[in-house]
T-cell receptor
Framework: GNSVTQMEGPVTLSEEAFLTINCTYTATGYPSLFWYVQYPGEGLQLLLK?????DKGSNKGFEATYRKETTSFHLEKGSVQVSDSAVYFC???????????FGTGTSLTVIP | NAGVTQTPKFQVLKTGQSMTLQCAQDMNHNSMYWYRQDPGMGLRLIYYSASEGTTDKGEVPNGYNVSRLNKREFSLRLESAAPSQTSVYFCASISRGGSTDTQYFGPGTRLTVL
């Protein structure tokens, strides 16, 4: 079946530190991969996505590369800001596009 | 363009009471979804509607019913609420374009069942 496993949190970093949040997946077929961000009290917002192997999604300084050989989609940012504090979810969409599978979320706190 | 809206934002029920969570989207999306979010468990799909007039079960459908009233609206009903249904509920719709699909989420309904 389909599933997503992501790095346990919480993660606390100082401003301008480098961020990596690991995400691996199990899927049949050819999934699309996503990172969503959730700010306190809000719904999830799409951060970036990739639809096929070796694609790199990027947005707001965040990047993730779809690695089929390692079934991974790790989220990275070179220099985090306090405003990046949020919960980050890795997700995949199955080949049909009808169902999405989410990881458990990783809470990030950035301190000045 | 309001995106995905949900009502109510907060609700407290007693065990056995019923209620309906409302969701509407103004983006002309065909597919809509209901999720629940629980600590340490991420989002789990309750039901989805691939198009107007169709609904399908997701991972955790027991204790819930849904209605796709029209293309805009997708409601979630709890017939007899239980404490295990205390959760945050999110509605989402999908934009299907090109080679991938993007989900848009509502702000959520925080439900407590006593």
């Amino acid at each position: 079946g389909n599933s997503v496993t992501q790095m346990e949190g919480p993660v606390t970093l100082s401003e301008e530190a480098f961020l990596t949040i690991n995400c691996t997946y199990t899927a049949t077929g050819y999934p699309s991969l996503f990172w969503y961000v959730q700010y306190p009290g809000e719904g999830l917002q799409l951060l970036l996505k990739a639809t096929k192997a070796d694609d790199k999604g990027s947005n707001k300084g965040f990047e993730a590369t779809y690695r089929k050989e390692t079934t991974s989609f790790h989220l990275e940012k070179g220099s985090v800001q306090v405003s990046d504090s949020a919960v980050y979810f890795c997700a995949l969409s199955d080949g049909s596009g009808n169902q999405f599978y989410f990881g458990t979320g990783t809470s990030l706190t950035v301190i000045p | 363009n309001a995106g995905v809206t949900q009502t109510p934002k907060f609700q407290v029920l007693k065990t056995g009471q019923s209620m309906t969570l409302q969701c509407a989207q103004d983006m002309n999306h065909n597919s809509m979804y209901w999720y629940r979010q629980d600590p340490g468990m991420g989002l789990r799909l309750i039901y989805y509607s691939a198009s107007e007039g169709t609904t399908d079960k997701g991972e955790v459908p027991n204790g819930y019913n849904v209605s796709r009233l029209n293309k805009r609206e997708f409601s979630l009903r709890l017939e007899s609420a239980a404490p295990s249904q205390t959760s945050v509920y999110f509605c989402a719709s999908i934009s299907r374009g090109g080679s991938t699909d993007t989900q848009y989420f509502g702000p959520g309904t925080r439900l407590t069942v006593l």
